[in-house]
Protein backbone atom coordinates (compact mmCIF):
# COMPACT_ATOMS: atom_id res chain seq x y z
CA UNK A 1 0.00 0.00 0.00
CA UNK A 2 0.39 3.93 -0.15
CA UNK A 3 1.82 5.60 2.47
CA UNK A 4 3.16 9.14 3.95
CA UNK A 5 6.14 7.37 6.20
CA UNK A 6 8.31 9.48 9.10
CA UNK A 7 11.61 9.97 8.05
CA UNK A 8 13.01 12.31 11.14
CA UNK A 9 12.05 14.98 13.25
CA UNK A 10 10.39 18.17 11.06
CA UNK A 11 11.98 16.55 7.79
CA UNK A 12 9.35 15.81 4.57
CA UNK A 13 7.50 12.68 4.76
CA UNK A 14 8.13 10.00 2.22
CA UNK A 15 5.46 8.85 0.49
CA UNK A 16 6.02 4.95 -0.65
CA UNK A 17 4.94 1.51 -1.01
CA UNK A 18 4.94 -0.21 2.24
CA UNK A 19 3.54 -3.54 3.14
CA UNK A 20 -0.03 -3.80 3.88
CA UNK A 21 -1.11 -4.40 7.68
CA UNK A 22 -2.56 -7.73 8.81
CA UNK A 23 -5.46 -7.42 11.64
CA UNK A 24 -4.25 -9.07 14.91
CA UNK A 25 -6.57 -11.63 15.81
CA UNK A 26 -8.94 -9.58 18.04
CA UNK A 27 -8.36 -6.48 15.14
CA UNK A 28 -9.18 -5.36 11.84
CA UNK A 29 -7.72 -3.36 9.18
CA UNK A 30 -9.49 -0.27 7.41
CA UNK A 31 -9.23 0.75 3.96
CA UNK A 32 -8.79 4.54 4.75
CA UNK A 33 -11.20 6.88 2.97
CA UNK A 34 -10.20 10.30 4.26
CA UNK A 35 -8.00 11.13 7.76
CA UNK A 36 -7.72 14.75 8.80
CA UNK A 37 -3.83 16.21 9.36
CA UNK A 38 -3.78 17.62 12.76
CA UNK A 39 -1.53 20.01 15.38
CA UNK A 40 -1.29 16.77 17.06
CA UNK A 41 0.34 15.14 14.14
CA UNK A 42 2.34 17.90 14.14
CA UNK A 43 3.56 17.50 17.67
CA UNK A 44 4.54 14.28 17.09
CA UNK A 45 6.49 15.31 13.64
CA UNK A 46 8.39 17.53 15.64
CA UNK A 47 9.40 15.52 18.53
CA UNK A 48 7.13 17.49 20.74
CA UNK A 49 6.21 14.25 23.30
CA UNK A 50 8.97 12.01 23.48
CA UNK A 51 8.48 12.53 27.20
CA UNK A 52 5.46 10.90 26.92
CA UNK A 53 6.45 7.92 25.17
CA UNK A 54 4.89 9.23 21.51
CA UNK A 55 7.89 9.36 19.84
CA UNK A 56 7.62 8.08 16.08
CA UNK A 57 11.05 6.51 14.46
CA UNK A 58 11.93 6.12 11.24
CA UNK A 59 9.49 4.06 9.15
CA UNK A 60 6.70 5.01 11.08
CA UNK A 61 2.82 6.38 10.11
CA UNK A 62 1.84 9.34 11.40
CA UNK A 63 -2.47 10.19 11.67
CA UNK A 64 -5.15 9.88 13.58
CA UNK A 65 -8.24 10.90 12.27
CA UNK A 66 -9.76 7.85 9.65
CA UNK A 67 -12.58 6.75 8.27
CA UNK A 68 -13.53 4.47 6.00
CA UNK A 69 -14.33 0.52 4.95
CA UNK A 70 -13.10 -2.80 6.60
CA UNK A 71 -11.49 -4.89 4.68
CA UNK A 72 -10.13 -7.75 6.59
CA UNK A 73 -10.97 -9.13 10.69
CA UNK A 74 -9.68 -10.91 12.91
CA UNK A 75 -10.52 -14.64 14.11
CA UNK A 76 -12.18 -13.48 17.01
CA UNK A 77 -13.47 -10.56 15.80
CA UNK A 78 -17.29 -10.46 16.49
CA UNK A 79 -19.34 -7.60 15.93
CA UNK A 80 -17.24 -5.98 12.73
CA UNK A 81 -17.75 -7.35 9.48
CA UNK A 82 -16.02 -6.57 6.30
CA UNK A 83 -17.69 -3.72 4.23
CA UNK A 84 -18.52 -1.86 7.16
CA UNK A 85 -18.35 1.66 7.18
CA UNK A 86 -16.66 2.85 10.31
CA UNK A 87 -14.53 5.70 12.20
CA UNK A 88 -11.10 5.14 14.52
CA UNK A 89 -11.04 6.53 17.19
CA UNK A 90 -7.47 7.77 17.74
CA UNK A 91 -7.70 6.63 21.50
CA UNK A 92 -7.65 2.75 21.12
CA UNK A 93 -8.84 1.41 24.41
CA UNK A 94 -8.68 -2.47 25.00
CA UNK A 95 -12.32 -2.80 26.12
CA UNK A 96 -12.01 -4.68 29.25
CA UNK A 97 -10.12 -2.39 31.87
CA UNK A 98 -11.70 -0.57 34.34
CA UNK A 99 -11.94 2.77 32.89
CA UNK A 100 -13.24 1.22 29.59
CA UNK A 101 -16.26 -0.78 31.42
CA UNK A 102 -17.10 2.41 32.85
CA UNK A 103 -17.88 4.93 29.97
CA UNK A 104 -14.00 6.15 29.87
CA UNK A 105 -12.21 4.17 27.03
CA UNK A 106 -11.00 7.12 25.90
CA UNK A 107 -8.46 7.21 28.72
CA UNK A 108 -7.81 3.35 29.11
CA UNK A 109 -5.12 2.14 30.90
CA UNK A 110 -3.89 0.68 28.52
CA UNK A 111 -4.47 2.95 25.92
CA UNK A 112 -2.68 3.48 23.13
CA UNK A 113 -2.39 6.62 20.64
CA UNK A 114 -3.68 5.94 16.60
CA UNK A 115 -0.54 7.25 14.40
CA UNK A 116 1.29 9.17 17.67
CA UNK A 117 3.49 5.96 19.03
CA UNK A 118 5.24 3.02 17.15
CA UNK A 119 2.98 0.33 18.53
CA UNK A 120 -0.01 1.86 16.96
CA UNK A 121 0.78 2.89 13.20
CA UNK A 122 -1.57 5.31 12.22
CA UNK A 123 -3.74 6.45 8.83
CA UNK A 124 -1.57 8.24 6.45
CA UNK A 125 -1.94 5.44 4.40
CA UNK A 126 -4.35 3.03 2.35
CA UNK A 127 -4.93 0.91 5.09
CA UNK A 128 -4.67 1.28 8.62
CA UNK A 129 -4.57 -1.33 11.30
CA UNK A 130 -7.05 -1.31 14.66
CA UNK A 131 -6.72 -3.22 17.70
CA UNK A 132 -9.43 -4.88 19.54
CA UNK A 133 -11.82 -3.55 16.59
CA UNK A 134 -15.23 -4.88 18.58
CA UNK A 135 -14.38 -1.66 20.98
CA UNK A 136 -12.70 0.67 18.92
CA UNK A 137 -14.42 0.43 15.45
CA UNK A 138 -17.64 3.02 15.49
CA UNK A 139 -20.14 2.11 12.37
CA UNK A 140 -21.15 5.33 10.59
CA UNK A 141 -24.35 6.12 10.26
CA UNK A 142 -26.58 7.42 6.79
CA UNK A 143 -25.25 10.50 5.65
CA UNK A 144 -21.90 10.66 7.71
CA UNK A 145 -19.51 10.55 5.01
CA UNK A 146 -15.57 9.71 5.32
CA UNK A 147 -14.43 12.83 4.66
CA UNK A 148 -17.37 14.20 7.33
CA UNK A 149 -15.77 11.88 10.03
CA UNK A 150 -12.66 12.97 9.19
CA UNK A 151 -13.35 16.48 10.29
CA UNK A 152 -15.26 15.36 13.32
CA UNK A 153 -11.48 13.46 14.08
CA UNK A 154 -9.85 14.15 17.34
CA UNK A 155 -10.85 18.28 17.43
CA UNK A 156 -14.38 18.09 16.98
CA UNK A 157 -14.60 15.22 19.39
CA UNK A 158 -12.48 16.43 21.69
CA UNK A 159 -14.08 19.80 21.67
CA UNK A 160 -17.74 18.12 22.34
CA UNK A 161 -16.42 15.97 25.13
CA UNK A 162 -14.99 18.84 26.54
CA UNK A 163 -18.13 20.97 25.99
CA UNK A 164 -20.68 18.66 26.75
CA UNK A 165 -19.24 16.40 29.12
CA UNK A 166 -16.94 17.77 31.32
CA UNK A 167 -17.78 21.61 31.77
CA UNK A 168 -21.32 22.14 32.50
CA UNK A 169 -22.02 25.06 29.12
CA UNK A 170 -25.60 26.18 29.33
CA UNK A 171 -28.02 28.39 27.50
CA UNK A 172 -27.09 31.77 27.71
CA UNK A 173 -23.39 31.13 29.15
CA UNK A 174 -20.35 33.14 28.05
CA UNK A 175 -18.11 30.40 26.33
CA UNK A 176 -14.47 32.00 24.98
CA UNK A 177 -11.59 30.20 23.36
CA UNK A 178 -8.45 30.99 23.19
CA UNK A 179 -6.61 30.02 19.49
CA UNK A 180 -9.20 29.16 16.96
CA UNK A 181 -7.19 26.71 15.11
CA UNK A 182 -9.33 23.13 13.72
CA UNK A 183 -10.26 21.97 17.62
CA UNK A 184 -11.09 25.85 18.62
CA UNK A 185 -13.68 26.46 15.52
CA UNK A 186 -15.20 23.50 16.55
CA UNK A 187 -15.86 24.47 20.10
CA UNK A 188 -17.00 27.43 18.86
CA UNK A 189 -19.77 25.56 16.61
CA UNK A 190 -20.38 23.31 19.47
CA UNK A 191 -21.03 25.74 22.17
CA UNK A 192 -23.18 27.82 19.93
CA UNK A 193 -25.39 24.93 19.11
CA UNK A 194 -25.63 24.04 23.05
CA UNK A 195 -27.09 27.75 23.22
CA UNK A 196 -24.09 29.69 24.45
CA UNK A 197 -22.60 32.95 23.51
CA UNK A 198 -19.02 32.29 22.01
CA UNK A 199 -16.02 34.70 22.31
CA UNK A 200 -13.09 33.48 19.97
CA UNK A 201 -9.30 34.77 20.54
CA UNK A 202 -6.85 34.53 18.28
CA UNK A 203 -3.67 36.78 16.81
CA UNK A 204 -5.34 35.75 12.95
CA UNK A 205 -8.13 38.28 11.44
CA UNK A 206 -8.38 35.16 8.68
CA UNK A 207 -9.76 32.81 11.80
CA UNK A 208 -11.77 34.97 13.84
CA UNK A 209 -13.72 35.86 10.24
CA UNK A 210 -14.20 31.90 10.62
CA UNK A 211 -15.15 32.17 14.14
CA UNK A 212 -17.66 34.47 13.57
CA UNK A 213 -18.90 32.10 10.36
CA UNK A 214 -18.74 29.14 12.81
CA UNK A 215 -21.05 31.23 15.59
CA UNK A 216 -19.10 33.34 17.60
CA UNK A 217 -20.35 36.57 18.71
CA UNK A 218 -17.34 38.89 19.33
CA UNK A 219 -13.94 38.27 18.76
CA UNK A 220 -10.64 39.69 20.07
CA UNK A 221 -7.67 39.91 17.66
CA UNK A 222 -4.59 39.54 20.72
CA UNK A 223 -2.19 40.92 18.70
CA UNK A 224 -4.02 44.15 18.30
CA UNK A 225 -4.77 44.36 22.25
CA UNK A 226 -2.72 45.03 25.38
CA UNK A 227 -4.68 41.97 27.69
CA UNK A 228 -7.23 39.67 26.25
CA UNK A 229 -8.07 38.80 29.20
CA UNK A 230 -9.01 41.84 30.22
CA UNK A 231 -11.50 42.65 26.84
CA UNK A 232 -12.82 39.12 27.24
CA UNK A 233 -13.74 40.13 30.83
CA UNK A 234 -15.23 43.29 29.36
CA UNK A 235 -17.15 41.56 26.89
CA UNK A 236 -18.51 39.40 29.39
CA UNK A 237 -19.30 41.95 32.05
CA UNK A 238 -17.22 40.32 34.43
CA UNK A 239 -15.82 37.11 32.90
CA UNK A 240 -16.63 33.87 31.30
CA UNK A 241 -18.27 31.15 32.53
CA UNK A 242 -16.33 28.66 30.44
CA UNK A 243 -13.03 29.12 28.79
CA UNK A 244 -10.53 26.82 26.67
CA UNK A 245 -7.03 26.27 25.76
CA UNK A 246 -7.05 24.80 22.23
CA UNK A 247 -3.02 25.73 21.82
CA UNK A 248 -1.44 24.90 25.03
CA UNK A 249 1.06 27.14 25.63
CA UNK A 250 1.70 29.92 28.69
CA UNK A 251 -0.02 32.88 26.96
CA UNK A 252 -3.07 31.24 25.68
CA UNK A 253 -3.60 28.60 28.94
CA UNK A 254 -3.43 31.98 31.11
CA UNK A 255 -5.16 34.36 28.96
CA UNK A 256 -7.80 31.65 29.15
CA UNK A 257 -8.05 31.10 32.57
CA UNK A 258 -7.78 35.38 33.97
CA UNK A 259 -10.63 35.27 30.98
CA UNK A 260 -13.06 33.85 33.62
CA UNK A 261 -15.55 34.91 36.01
CA UNK A 262 -15.63 33.43 39.79
CA UNK A 263 -17.00 30.24 39.82
CA UNK A 264 -16.08 29.88 35.96
CA UNK A 265 -14.54 26.32 34.69
CA UNK A 266 -11.71 26.48 32.72
CA UNK A 267 -11.17 23.37 30.05
CA UNK A 268 -7.46 22.31 28.75
CA UNK A 269 -7.51 20.98 25.39
CA UNK A 270 -4.24 22.32 24.06
CA UNK A 271 -1.40 20.05 24.77
CA UNK A 272 2.19 21.54 25.52
CA UNK A 273 5.38 21.72 23.17
CA UNK A 274 8.95 19.70 23.99
CA UNK A 275 9.79 23.26 25.77
CA UNK A 276 6.97 23.21 27.91
CA UNK A 277 7.28 19.49 28.83
CA UNK A 278 3.67 19.15 29.80
CA UNK A 279 3.87 21.93 32.37
CA UNK A 280 2.45 25.55 32.32
CA UNK A 281 2.33 28.18 35.04
CA UNK A 282 -0.94 29.40 36.22
CA UNK A 283 -2.42 32.14 38.64
CA UNK A 284 -3.49 29.46 41.32
CA UNK A 285 -4.27 31.84 43.87
CA UNK A 286 -6.81 33.64 41.83
CA UNK A 287 -7.99 29.98 40.75
CA UNK A 288 -8.43 29.05 44.73
CA UNK A 289 -9.91 32.42 45.56
CA UNK A 290 -12.47 32.75 42.94
CA UNK A 291 -13.20 28.75 43.61
CA UNK A 292 -12.27 28.36 39.16
CA UNK A 293 -12.12 24.85 38.10
CA UNK A 294 -9.88 23.32 36.07
CA UNK A 295 -10.39 20.51 33.95
CA UNK A 296 -9.06 18.26 31.34
CA UNK A 297 -10.54 16.61 28.21
CA UNK A 298 -9.11 14.34 25.58
CA UNK A 299 -11.10 13.00 22.63
CA UNK A 300 -14.41 10.92 23.10
CA UNK A 301 -15.40 7.66 24.36
CA UNK A 302 -16.23 5.96 21.25
CA UNK A 303 -19.42 4.65 23.15
CA UNK A 304 -20.81 8.71 23.06
CA UNK A 305 -20.18 9.12 19.52
CA UNK A 306 -23.77 8.62 18.60
CA UNK A 307 -24.68 12.32 20.38
CA UNK A 308 -22.76 14.27 17.77
CA UNK A 309 -24.26 11.47 15.25
CA UNK A 310 -27.61 12.63 15.72
CA UNK A 311 -26.69 16.41 15.87
CA UNK A 312 -25.03 16.51 12.63
CA UNK A 313 -28.94 14.25 11.17
CA UNK A 314 -30.50 17.47 12.34
CA UNK A 315 -28.59 20.01 11.13
CA UNK A 316 -27.77 21.17 14.84
CA UNK A 317 -23.85 20.27 14.35
CA UNK A 318 -21.92 20.75 10.81
CA UNK A 319 -18.26 19.50 10.90
CA UNK A 320 -17.82 19.84 7.33
CA UNK A 321 -17.97 23.41 7.04
CA UNK A 322 -14.63 23.25 9.29
CA UNK A 323 -13.04 21.42 6.54
CA UNK A 324 -11.19 24.18 4.66
CA UNK A 325 -9.10 21.54 2.27
CA UNK A 326 -8.66 18.19 0.62
CA UNK A 327 -5.32 17.11 -0.13
CA UNK A 328 -3.30 14.30 -1.32
CA UNK A 329 -0.48 12.27 0.51
CA UNK A 330 2.00 13.83 -1.03
CA UNK A 331 0.93 17.38 0.38
CA UNK A 332 1.04 16.47 4.30
CA UNK A 333 4.26 17.44 4.76
CA UNK A 334 3.49 21.11 2.91
CA UNK A 335 0.48 21.00 5.87
CA UNK A 336 2.67 20.44 8.43
CA UNK A 337 5.09 22.81 7.46
CA UNK A 338 2.56 25.22 7.09
CA UNK A 339 1.29 24.12 11.09
CA UNK A 340 5.05 25.42 12.18
CA UNK A 341 3.86 28.95 11.55
CA UNK A 342 0.06 28.82 11.91
CA UNK A 343 -0.32 29.26 8.66
CA UNK A 344 -3.33 26.55 8.36
CA UNK A 345 -7.35 27.59 8.73
CA UNK A 346 -9.67 24.97 9.97
CA UNK A 347 -9.26 21.56 9.22
CA UNK A 348 -7.12 19.95 5.94
CA UNK A 349 -8.36 15.99 5.15
CA UNK A 350 -6.74 13.27 2.96
CA UNK A 351 -9.07 11.80 0.75
CA UNK A 352 -6.76 11.27 -2.41
CA UNK A 353 -4.52 8.27 -1.20
Given at each position: ???????D?????E???V?????????????????G????????????W???G????P?????H??????????????????????????????G?????R??H?N?????????????????F??Q??V???????????????S?????L?????????????????????????H?C???G?????IA?????????????????????????????NAAE???????????????????M????I?????????S??????H??????T??A??????????????E??F?G?L???????????????????????????????????G????M?????????????F
Amino acid sequence: MRAAVFTDYGEPLEVREVDDPEPEPHGAVVAVEACGVCRSDWHAWQGDWEWRGLDPVPGHILGHEPAGHVVAVGDEVAGVSEGDHVAVPFNLGDGSCHLCRTGHSNICENREALGLQPSAPGAFAEQVPVPHADHNLVTLPEGVSSVDMAGLGCRFMTAFHGLAHRADVGAGDWFVVHGCGGVGLSAVQIADAIGANVVGVDLMDEKLDFAEEQGAVETVNAAEVEDPAAEVRAITDGGADVSMDALGIETTCRNAVESLGKTGQHVQVGLTTKEAGGTLPLPTDEMVTAEIDFLGALGMPPERYDEIFRMVATGKLDPAAIITERIGLEDVSGVLDDMTDFETVGIPVIDEF
